[in-house]
């Protein structure tokens, strides 16, 4: 049965919700997406799950992000099916109902202007909320598990014999086994840069998945944050930088590392419990994490389904905005610093 349909029928069956339209929605990483209307104009964001999806995992991602809006962070709210469930399998389609935030895009465009201290004030109000999550409160971590260079190394190295083999083609597969050379030969400078963090950085329960794309804005405001994952520590450093030096917010003007600084000093006003140690250390984790990382080069190899021009334009921009931050890091570590202490 078409998928439309399906979803068409279970929104009234369980959810008492009778749509007037059922329509595609934005297209996500692993589900497909749809935009329910009801009489009288009201919206509703329908996830679609696919076969052997995590629906355990779904449904605590769902659950943090319950906690966070409780706590006043702005998450669109569930919608909880007739019999209180956050996921409804029904005709062998599993499915998840939340508000449609009206008026929103997402940060994909990048930060600039009001959207530095908007975000970050935003990322701070979620890690206050969410270091008082029942998963545990925050605790510190060696830096080197948030950065691991010898783990990239090892990916890396299977990463570079698999292209060897012939694992994936394409001119997209060939500039992502250059891009992975060139990494990799770069990674004892990696090691030394990560060399001046400090000893410990504060991890966390956070989102998971701070993304551009799962960060709505309303004009130069937050308007939601979407599409958490389950419940997991992680560097609070790590989150807020992977935010806010996004490659394509780094690749849209010179004046991002002013912009860092407006956004980490809107974080701290929000969230002062994370130490300053950690803040200082956001720039600096977020190059070691990118220039750590085997995505998107991976991709062809391991899932060629998702090579989309998106993400060849996303893996570029990537790579490219690795070379400025590090050109620049000890500019934006200096802007910090005048604005922290």
């Known amino acids: 049965m078409n998928e439309v349909k399906v979803v068409a029928d279970i929104l009234p069956r369980c959810y008492r919700i009778v749509p007037t339209s059922v329509i595609r929605g934005p297209r996500g990483t692993a589900t497909r997406n749809y935009l329910a209307e009801e009489h009288g104009g009201q919206r509703w964001f329908v996830k679609a799950y696919p076969p052997g999806m995590d629906l355990q995992g779904e449904q605590e991602a769902l659950r943090l992000g319950e906690f966070a809006r409780g706590s006043g962070v702005p998450v669109p709210a569930v919608r909880r099916s007739r019999d209180g469930e956050l996921i409804v399998t029904a005709e062998g389609t599993a499915v998840s109902v939340s508000e449609y935030v009206d008026g929103a895009h997402t940060a994909e465009d990048g930060l600039h202007g009001r959207r530095w201290a908007a975000v970050g004030e935003s990322v701070g109000q979620l890690h206050r909320a969410l ?3 029942p998963a545990g409160p925050p605790r510190p971590v060696p830096a080197s598990e948030v950065c691991d260079v010898e783990r990239a190394r090892r990916r ?6 698999q292209y ?13 086994r250059r891009a992975t050379v060139e990494r990799f030969a770069a990674l004892p400078r990696v090691a030394a840069m990560l060399g ?3 000893p410990m950085l504060t991890a966390q329960i956070v989102h998971g998945d701070l993304a551009s794309p799962n960060v709505l804005l309303r004009g130069e405001e937050v308007a939601g944050l979407i599409d958490f994952r389950p419940p997991h520590h992680r560097s609070a450093a790590w989150e807020l930088g992977r935010i806010v030096l996004d490659p394509r917010t780094v690749l849209a003007g010179p004046d991002w590392p002013v912009g860092l600084g407006e956004a980490v000093t809107a974080y701290r006003e929000a969230n002062p419990g994370l130490p300053v140690e950690d803040l200082l250390a956001v720039p600096r984790t977020a190059l070691g994490y990118m220039t750590c990382s085997v995505y998107p080069m991976s991709e062809p190899v391991d899932n060629p389904d ?3 021009p998106e993400l ?3 893996g570029r921009a990537r790579h490219t905005a690795m070379d400025l931050i590090a050109e620049r890091l000890d500019e934006a570590e200096e802007v910090l610093r005048d604005r922290l202490t």
Do not use: D, K, S
Not at 156 to 161: F, I, T
Not at 164 to 176: D, K, L, N, P, V
């Open 196 to 198: 001046g963090l400090p």
């Open 156 to 161: 890396m190295e299977r990463l570079l014999a």
């Open 131 to 133: 270091a008082r999550h």
């Open 312 to 314: 060849e334009r996303y």
């Open 306 to 308: 998702a090579v989309t």
């Open 164 to 176: 060897e083999r012939g694992a994936a083609g394409g001119e997209f597969a060939a500039w992502a």
